[in-house]
């Protein structure tokens, strides 16, 4: 069975960073596509960052320059990095994996992922 547990949220200034995690099981990340999506309140879930067999990275405009997305297959995990926050990056943000290669037209949206994580808190204030 795959599983996702995200972990790394909390609550930060404005201008501050934290790093998000998501560990998996029953599934080895390299294998696939790996996406950290976001949804805020009243809004629908955003693409944020993709990561595919290492080289392949994708980010939503609106992050680009201020988060990383990264990888340990040591250790099944992958990360968010986020820098700069600002009170618009308040969502939970939620770790999704799908276990084909998905391509650069697909990575960041929502309906070509088939496994989901349940979702960590990250609340920026000004």
């Known amino acids: 069975q795959v599983q996702l547990v995200e972990s790394g949220g909390a609550s930060v200034q404005s201008g501050g960073s934290l790093r998000l995690s998501c560990a998996a099981s029953?599934?080895?990340?390299?294998?696939?596509?790996e996406g950290w999506f976001r949804q805020a309140p009243g809004k629908g879930r955003e693409g944020v960052a993709s990561i595919e067999e290492f080289k392949d990275i994708s980010y939503a405009d609106s992050v680009r320059g201020r988060f990383t997305i990264s990888r340990d297959n040591a250790k099944n995990t992958v990360y968010l990095q986020m820098n700069s926050l600002t009170p618009e990056d308040t969502a939970i943000y939620y770790c999704?994996?799908?276990?084909?290669?998905?391509?650069?037209?697909?990575?960041?949206?929502?309906?070509?992922?088939?496994?989901w994580g349940q979702g960590t808190q990250v609340t920026v204030s000004s």
């Open positions: 029953g599934y080895n990340l390299s294998s696939g596509t």
């Open positions: 999704a994996a799908d276990l084909s290669v998905l391509g650069w037209n697909r990575r960041l949206r929502e309906d070509a992922y088939t496994v």
